[in-house]
T-cell receptor, first 115, second 111 residues
Framework: EPEVTQTPSHQVTQMGQEVILRCVPI?????FYWYRQILGQKVEFLVS????????KSEIFDDQFSVERPDGSNFTLKIRSTKLEDSAMYFC?????????????FGDGTRLSIL | SQQGEEDPQALSIQEGENATMNCSYK?????LQWYRQNSGRGLVHLIL?????REKHSGRLRVTLDTSKKSSSLLITASRAADTASYFC???????????FGPGTRLSVLP
């Protein structure tokens, strides 16, 4: 069964540094998402992406964050100047349809640790 | 803002017993989905129930939706140790595109 893959599985970065988290969504999916889960807390929506542009973003997704689909397969999340509070699991997801009408398929996440 | 809230926060049962988890939300929804998360892994979609449906089954899973009470329940019958995980409901309202996840129920199934 096709799956969403994320790399790296664990990223350790100094505060203030830039970090790029990578995702390969399921190949025939058109909608892409990033979520964040701080340890022991709920999954929080960051951003959704469709047709090469952001379709919705949350309050968490401020100017320090950006997303890109640089080619036909990758979907990246960049944090420009990381803060301690950015430490979390970051999950990428994709779906065949948008507007929440289809299941979202999640990767296993990247654990981001900011020192 | 709309939000799914699951209860209980944690549930511990013996293998073979049934597990029931509840989810409440605040606004009108288009659909509600349940996901499972094993420790250290991503979320896995279990079942989607639309606002015009009242009950849905998938294997040992049974989901109900009561839009008048803005609540849903997930029943896992004949639980197994492998069902040990956190379970989240996710709701999408009639206007937004994306889901809001609740804080989850941590289910422990003891062998």
């Amino acid at each position: 069964e096709p799956e969403v893959t994320q790399t790296p599985s664990h990223q350790v970065t100094q505060m203030g540094q830039e970090v790029i988290l990578r995702c390969v969504p399921i190949s025939n999916h058109l909608y892409f998402y990033w979520y964040r889960q701080i340890l022991g807390q709920k999954v929080e929506f960051l951003v959704s992406f469709y047709n090469n542009e952001i379709s919705e973003k949350s309050e968490i997704f401020d100017d320090q964050f950006s997303v890109e689909r640089p080619d036909g397969s990758n979907f990246t999340l960049k944090i420009r100047s990381t803060k301690l509070e950015d430490s979390a699991m970051y999950f990428c997801a994709s779906s065949a349809g948008g507007r929440g009408g289809q299941p979202q398929h999640f990767g296993d996440g990247t654990r981001l640790s900011i020192l | 803002s709309q939000q799914g809230e699951e209860d209980p926060q944690a549930l511990s049962i013996q293998e073979g017993e049934n597990a029931t988890m509840n989810c409440s939300y605040k606004t009108s929804i288009n659909n509600l989905q349940w996901y499972r998360q094993n420790s250290g892994r991503g979320l896995v979609h279990l079942i989607l129930i639309r606002s015009n449906e009242r009950e849905k089954h998938s294997g040992r899973l049974r989901v109900t939706l009561d839009t008048s009470k803005k609540s849903s329940s997930l029943l896992i019958t004949a639980s197994r140790a492998a069902d040990t995980a956190s379970y989240f409901c996710a709701t999408r309202d009639n206007y937004g595109q994306n889901f809001v996840f609740g804080p989850g129920t941590r289910l422990s199934v003891l062998p």
